[in-house]
């Protein structure tokens, strides 16, 4: 993963194949919004080591985009894309998909064990997101949304409101920028104290991102204030598969 382009952390790459090794439930792993495949190449390696069958991934490739700037407004991430997986050897563990997840949704049938969601980053983006595969989700599945703890509105406004604030869910927390929780349908209210306790530090942050908008001045530094209170470390990953388990 280090040697393919791309916008996460060595701690964030870490956690990632952590849960593709590790999430408890049977299904498939889905990704949404591939860039150039720096966490596809991640989730393809772990899904090879430990026969998970192929990582499915959809990503238009198309710009303009905000948070894949330099693909340019006609430009597009799919070249880039292809050459990343083979480079690293993972192309027979990649179901790609050059769409967008509203077109892929459309005949989604698979039950999903892993959801990472890294694509539209606007509120409407990451809500349909949500909305369009949360009825896939097995017991047991993790949700994973990246740049929580950046500022864009859709990340944060979504892990605050559909995740913690539901008792779909478990067990959740933040790892560098990504937020995530379990699905948990049958029991998530025995984590509700835990969940809104983190939810209450992450919803100071989203007046600061509302409608998309960065941060600025004395706004900027109580932003950032705010965002280094959110527990974000590492987790140890033995305690995470325990906590999910």
């Given at each position: 993963m280090r040697a393919?382009?791309?916008?996460?952390?060595?701690?964030?790459?870490?956690?990632?194949?952590?849960?593709?090794?590790?999430?408890?439930?049977?299904?498939?792993?889905?990704?949404?919004?591939?860039?150039?495949?720096?966490?596809?190449?991640?989730?393809?390696?772990?899904?090879?080591?430990?026969?998970?069958?192929?990582?499915?991934?959809?990503?238009?490739?198309?710009?303009?985009?905000?948070?894949?700037?330099?693909?340019?407004?006609?430009?597009?991430?799919w070249d880039d894309f292809r050459a990343s997986l083979r480079a690293a050897g993972v192309e027979t563990a990649v179901d790609a998909h050059r769409a967008y997840s509203r077109d892929l949704a459309g005949g989604w049938t698979r039950p999903i064990r892993f959801l990472w969601i890294d694509g539209d980053h606007t509120y409407r983006g990451?809500?349909?997101?949500?909305?369009?595969?949360?009825?896939?989700?097995?017991?047991?599945?993790?949700?994973?949304?990246?740049?929580?703890?950046?500022?864009?509105?859709?990340?944060?406004?979504?892990?605050?409101?559909?995740?913690?604030?539901?008792?779909?869910?478990?067990?959740?927390?933040?790892?560098?920028?990504?937020?995530?929780?379990?699905?948990?349908?049958?029991?998530?209210?025995?984590?509700?104290?835990?969940?809104?306790h983190l939810r209450r530090g992450v919803a100071r942050l989203i007046p600061f991102v509302k409608d998309g908008r960065e941060p600025k001045g004395f706004a900027k530094l109580r932003y950032k204030l705010w965002r280094g209170l959110v527990p974000h470390a590492a987790p140890d990953p033995a305690a995470w598969v325990r906590a999910v388990s």
């Open positions: 393919t382009p791309g916008m996460l952390t060595e701690r964030e790459a870490r956690f990632l194949a952590l849960v593709a090794a590790c999430a408890p439930a049977q299904g498939v792993i889905l990704e949404i919004g591939s860039f150039k495949g720096k966490s596809t190449v991640g989730l393809a390696s772990v899904a090879m080591r430990y026969g998970l069958g192929p990582v499915i991934t959809v990503d238009p490739h198309s710009g303009p985009s905000v948070t894949d700037p330099d693909v340019g407004p006609r430009g597009s991430s990451v809500k349909d997101d949500i909305d369009l595969f949360r009825g896939h989700l097995v017991p047991g599945a993790i949700v994973a949304l990246h740049d929580v703890l950046h500022s864009f509105e859709g990340p944060v406004r979504v892990f605050s409101e559909e995740l913690l604030g539901s008792d779909l869910f478990g067990a959740a927390g933040l790892c560098g920028s990504i937020g995530w929780a379990q699905y948990r349908p049958s029991d998530g209210k025995r984590w509700r104290n835990d969940r809104l």
